[in-house]
């Protein structure tokens, strides 16, 4: 947990599935997916009680609502056989951004990723989701342009 200036972040826990999958459903909705809910709800609280992931959200030390959060999925760099973390999602509350949120969950999100160990932590965002790409560049992080990334999708 970090206190930065009143702003509050911790590992998610099963009470903060609630707000935290209103959250997630806007974070969806914002990369166009259709508004799920209670899906949303579902899908965190899931993903909370296998402890594989990662949740950490914010708030201010005064408020109960959460301002936004940072989920990140393990991983390992074979090549340096040493274990990753995926930043999965990152989403600010539209009414909270502009006012550090983003960035103190990235840095707590490095911070986690360096205490137990990690090589590195790798994220991908959209092409045209600029605002993102700005924090990520004043952070330090670098476009990868040595390796081409393929998905494809599975119906």
Known sequence: MIDNKKLWIALAVAADVPELG???DAYRVFYEAQSSPDISKDFVDGLISQGNTRFFVARRAEETAMLGFVHLMPSMST???RPMWVLEDLF???AARGSGVATALMSYAESFARETGAERLILATANDNHRAQSLYKRMG???DERFWHYDRILK
């Open 141 to 143: 992080y670098i476009r």
């Open 92 to 94: 600010v509350d539209p």
């Open 79 to 81: 090549v340096a056989m």
């Open 22 to 24: 209103r959250l997630f």
